[in-house]
T-cell receptor, first 112, second 110 residues
Framework: DTEVTQTPKHLVMGMTNKKSLKCEQH?????MYWYKQKAKKPPELMFV???????INESVPSRFSPECPNSSLLNLHLHALQPEDSALYLC???????????FGSGTQLSVL | GESVGLHLPTLSVQEGDNSIINCAYS??????FIWYKQESGKGPQFIID?????DKRQGQRVTVLLNKTVKHLSLQIAATQPGDSAVYFC?????????FGKGTMLLVSP
């Protein structure tokens, strides 16, 4: 299995909603990542988990809350988002941090 | 920090032509470079990588060239096909972070 699986593929939420994005990989990778990508822009790093511990938080607002329940799963909890948070949210994994990343197909998020 | 730029935002080619996509980076200590392809509505897909101890690496129809003197790398796609139409990103891998270039959209017309 060489895939990173993200659910849901599409999500529409209001500014008062709470929702979660989920990511799963079964490649035995020890680093997992959340990226945010706006249209026609490169992905921007949000969080890095290495060996299930948060190692990098790129000054992301607290309305985004990551969670790594185990080495195969990564969640991103969303609360009180703003319309400007609408974007494609990409999950990725790598064997350890510093090796090439494998990306999921992303969750297209729209905040109304 | 790392700055990764591309020379051309859009590249239009005819099917069967060879395509060359360029990228410049700023940190001379960078030692691992990756090219990704991103189709509309999908995540970036790994194409090919190269480490700084190499100047050239070939894959299936793709070649990456690295010029450390001028901090430049390029992706060459041979016999470009309509299925190659996508946005191509160069990326520089740091210890825990991957810095992406701005992206070049490759348009292949039949």
């Amino acid at each position: 299995d060489t895939e990173v699986t993200q659910t849901p593929k599409h999500l529409v939420m209001g500014m008062t909603n709470k929702k979660s994005l989920k990511c799963e990989q079964h490649m035995g990778h020890r680093a997992m990542y959340w990226y945010k990508q706006k249209a026609k822009k490169p992905p921007e790093l949000m969080f890095v988990y290495s060996y299930e511990k948060l190692s990098i938080n790129e000054s992301v607002p607290s309305r985004f809350s990551p969670e790594c329940p185990n080495s195969s799963l990564l969640n991103l909890h969303l609360h009180a988002l703003q319309p400007e948070d609408s974007a494609l949210y990409l999950c990725a994994s790598s064997p350890p941090a510093g090796e090439k990343l494998f990306f999921g197909s992303g969750t297209q998020l729209s905040v109304l | 920090g790392e700055s990764v730029g591309l020379h051309l935002p859009t590249l239009s080619v005819q099917e069967g032509d060879n395509s060359i996509i360029n990228c410049a980076y700023s940190n001379s200590a960078s030692d691992y470079f990756i090219w990704y392809k991103q189709e509309s509505g999908k995540g970036p897909q790994f194409i090919i990588d190269i480490r700084s101890n190499m100047d050239k690496r070939q894959g299936q129809r793709v070649t990456v060239l690295l010029n450390k003197t001028v901090k430049h790398l390029s992706l060459q796609i041979a016999a470009t096909q309509p299925g190659d139409s996508a946005v191509y990103f160069c990326a520089v891998q740091g210890y825990s972070t991957l810095t992406f270039g701005k992206g070049t959209m490759l348009l292949v017309s039949p």
